[in-house]
């Protein structure tokens, strides 16, 4: 059968309402807590090592990569650029 196509028909304009979908709340009581204090001292359990600047580099990517919020980021950022600062 050599059946052909017609020309495409132009699209429809139609605006989109957002969705909001709906749902049942999950049974059970709803609790969360944050505990903000210092950390606990002590020594640290690995020895300092100097790290190159290309090591920061990978470590930032990955971080983004993996979503990290860029406030705990750039934390890390600073923590391995002072390492690799080091003499």
Not at 8 to 23: C, E, T
Not at 29 to 54: C, F, L, N, W, Y
């Amino acid at each position: 059968m050599d059946e052909k196509l017609g020309a495409a028909s132009p699209r429809l304009l139609v605006a989109h309402p957002p969705l909001q979908v709906r749902g049942a709340q999950g049974e059970g009581d709803i609790k969360s807590s944050e505990i903000v204090g210092p950390g606990r001292p002590g020594t640290a359990q690995v020895p300092i090592q100097r790290v190159t600047a290309a090591q920061v580099v990978r470590i930032d990517r990955a971080l983004e990569r993996a979503h990290v919020p860029i406030q705990y980021r750039m934390m890390v950022h600073n923590y391995f650029t002072r390492l690799a600062e080091m003499k």
